[in-house]
């Protein structure tokens, strides 16, 4: 509430003017000097490098004042609408050339885990926004509109093998969240598999594909802490397409085009350890899922192979450069910034700090390259970025042709969710991200509209002929 302007003294004030003035001077030097103070304590607790006794050391530190006047702001806005609709964005390719597509997606749809440990993330999300029964009708809306046949989702809960923490999560009301999910999709043809994490965390990556359209041929998973690559999981499938003499088979024919053949192909998921100091645990396990994806695709007959997932990785990094450019020097490179999620804080931008490239220990260097004694790391998937290789608005992309940001939180908004393809596959088309504006007048995700703090990537992707690549 603005406050009115002050009356002007009557005659009996008058002669206390000079005091009054006097004391409101001592008094606005003192809320200067407290705002001054409030201000940089704000500055230096969002520092990630500074820790305070029993405080977050993400969280600026406020005032039970500033506090009151926020949580009034807070209830006093009206919850608001991202009002821009997602759009398809085309290739220059005619998708009327291709005979055999697909259209995946991958979907970061947010752990329950995450939205109650970390309140700091969404504090400027209104509560009814991050309640799962809520969120769940808002995705399985939301991938009903984009006719997809594959579904890549990372940070699903499951609790059916952890019945401890299923009874405290049921205080929260929520619910398994994979079997939940399972039969809701179930309802619209689809069918999936879940991998857990292992250790104490709850969540996971499931898949999912529309049995009409295609036939599970061969799953598998990996547990990265097998490899000492922490708890974080991935998944592989083999997938083909059902074959269906359709009328758009006929019509393709005539036209010279051959039908639809048994494609099959690789599909990957995972979720990538967030950890951003741990640059060797990050290689080590994409690393080993492309190393899996390569040999699977080798056993089916040089299959294509499609990576979808959270990399917690931006476009700028050194994992990004890693899966584009299929190599990658390892001492070129700090391990804490391979992710490229940390930034210098501004205060230091002009302090010099001793060139740490090589400070890489030997079991780091084993654990991002799979071998004692190597420091180049490879891989043999030649990859392409799906979202990348179609050109996309300048209000929602970035340099690289990747979008702007996926995830947006209170705490970091930037893209760290990809699709990948090998040269076999050629993207159609993708569903572009939104513009920054649009993401920052809501303050944060989940919103009104969206049930998750990632944005689904979505893309259309055709068979290339043997001779087309």
């Not at 499951?158 to 619910?175: M, N, T």
Request: net charge positive.
């Amino acid at each position: 509430m603005r406050e009115g302007k002050p009356q002007a003294p009557n005659e009996e004030q008058s002669k206390y003017k000079r005091s009054d003035e006097s004391a409101e001077h001592c008094l606005h030097e003192h809320r200067s000097k407290k705002r001054k103070v409030v201000s940089d304590a704000q500055t230096l607790t969002l520092q990630p490098h500074l820790d305070f006794p029993t405080v977050n050391r993400f969280a600026p530190i406020n005032s039970s004042s500033s506090r009151r006047r926020r949580r009034n702001r807070y209830r006093s806005r009206e919850p608001t609408t991202l009002e821009s609709n997602r759009s398809w964005v085309s290739s220059s390719h005619d998708p009327a050339a291709f005979a055999d597509r697909l259209v995946l997606v991958s979907y970061n749809i947010l752990g329950v885990e995450n939205a109650l440990k970390h309140p700091d993330l969404y504090s400027q999300v209104p509560r009814e926004f991050l309640k799962w029964g809520r969120r769940k009708r808002l995705i399985c809306k939301e991938i009903k509109q984009y006719n997809a046949g594959i579904l890549c989702f990372q940070a699903v809960t499951s609790y059916s093998s952890r019945k401890h923490v299923l009874l405290i999560y049921s205080f929260f009301q929520e619910v398994d969240r994979f079997n939940d999910l399972d039969s809701l999709l179930q309802k619209d043809g689809f069918r999936g598999v879940y991998t857990a994490r292992t250790g104490e965390a709850c969540d996971g990556c499931a898949m999912f594909w529309k049995d009409e359209m295609y036939t599970l041929l061969h799953k598998e998973h990996i547990e990265f802490r097998n490899f000492g690559l922490r708890d974080n999981v991935a998944q592989l499938c083999v997938l083909q397409i059902n074959d269906h003499q359709s009328e758009k088979d006929t019509v393709m024919q005539v036209h010279g085009i051959p039908a639809s053949q048994s494609r099959r192909f690789v599909v990957g998921n995972i979720h990538v350890l967030f950890n951003p100091n741990r640059g060797d645990i990050k290689l080590g396990q994409v690393r080993l899922l492309l190393q899996k994806a390569h040999k699977l695709s080798q056993e089916w007959g040089s299959i294509p192979v499609i990576i979808g997932g959270d990399l917690n990785s931006i476009p700028e990094s050194a994992m990004y450069q890693f899966l584009s450019s299929s190599e990658l020097d390892i001492l070129l490179h700090d391990r804490r910034k391979i992710s490229g999620q940390l930034k210098r804080p501004a205060q230091q931008k002009h302090i010099r700090f001793p060139i740490e490239h090589s400070s890489w220990s030997e079991e780091e260097l084993k654990l991002a390259t799979g071998r004692k004694g190597v420091a180049h790391l490879q891989h043999q998937l030649k990859l392409s970025s799906a979202y990348a290789r179609v050109p996309g608005s300048s209000m929602s992309r970035g340099p690289c042709g990747e979008p702007l940001a996926t995830s947006y939180h209170s705490k970091f908004m930037g893209t760290v969710d990809y699709i990948w393809h090998t040269k076999e596959l050629v993207p159609l088309r993708v569903l572009e991200t939104l513009p920054l504006d649009d993401l920052r007048r809501n303050a944060g995700l989940p919103s009104e509209r969206y049930g998750s703090d990632h944005l689904a990537l979505v893309c259309e992707l055709a068979f290339l002929d043997d001779d087309d690549y």
